[in-house]
């Protein structure tokens, strides 16, 4: 479905992502994770066409490197960030809106909403400013805004970072029913192995942009060259 092949991005001196090359099959939950620095969002903001690249990404068997983010969104790839953004002076209702009316080829759908704001369990707050929320629910409503742009794939950043084990399991449950019940395609980064040996069905581990290996979540979190890589990281 996504596929991405010998896909390179330097920042000047620094290679980024280096050569990488993996594929995200219809359906499947894709896990991504490395030490700090490894490239993981820098991906994200390639697939979503925020910088110029080396290499390819097809989504579909369509090249989509070199076209622009709303054209990528258009085509159903939705993201979330490392760091919750919600607009402050919207209330939460209208915050999803935004994303509806971004995404959907008609416009507002009041019901679609409303939908989403059960979904994300912020239906009781759907008239609070968004900058009255705590961590958690601005977690769930930037995950909502996502949702509500209609994608076949969602890429969320470290939404776990940051949550005790409580909101770890809340927001598990919630990747798992976006996936299951709306059969949205997810990949995430994630550092707790935990989350994505229960989560994923792919894994893919890269260091300094290049690949350390990629395969079942079980069988690459016990390969030493993982361990080794993620000696002395903040892994949980
Ligand atoms: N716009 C940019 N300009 C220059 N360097 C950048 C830019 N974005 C990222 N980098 C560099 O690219 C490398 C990869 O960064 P990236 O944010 O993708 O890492 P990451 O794997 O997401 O790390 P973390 O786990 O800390 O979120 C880092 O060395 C970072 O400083
Ligand atoms: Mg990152």
New binding site residues.
């Given amino acids: 479905m996504l596929k991405m092949t010998n896909v390179t991005k330097k ?2 001196e ?1 290679t ?1 992502v280096n050569n990488l090359s993996f594929e995200v099959e219809q359906g499947q939950v894709f896990g991504i994770a ?10 994200y ?1 390639l697939i979503t066409g925020l ?1 110029p690249f080396e290499g390819s990404v097809t989504f579909n068997n369509g090249e989509i490197r070199g076209l622009p983010p709303h054209q990528i969104a258009k085509l159903g790839i939705s993201r979330t960030f ?1 760091i919750p953004q919600t607009f402050p002076s919207l209330s939460v209702e209208k915050s999803i809106g935004v994303g509806s009316h971004f995404g959907s080829r008609d416009g507002f759908e009041h019901d679609y909403v409303e939908k989403i704001l059960r979904f994300v369990n912020l239906i009781d707050k759907r008239d609070s400013s968004t900058g009255q929320l705590n961590l958690l629910d601005k977690k769930m409503l930037m995950i909502g805004a996502a949702l509500a742009t209609k994608p076949r794939v969602l890429m969320l ?2 939404p776990m970072a940051g949550s005790n084990a409580k909101e770890i399991m809340k927001l598990m449950n919630l990747v798992q029913r976006i996936n299951r019940e709306m059969g949205i395609t997810i990949i995430i ?1 994630e ?1 707790f192995m935990k989350v994505l040996t229960e989560l994923t069905e792919k894994l893919l581990i ?1 260091e300094t ?1 290049t690949e350390v290996c990629c395969g079942n979540p079980v069988d690459v979190t016990s390969d030493p060259r993982v361990i080794e890589c993620y000696l002395g990281g903040n892994n949980d």
């Fill in positions: 920042f000047g620094l980024a490395g030490p700090n620095g490894a490239g993981k969002s820098t991906l903001n910088y490392q950043d470290e980064i550092h890269i942009g």
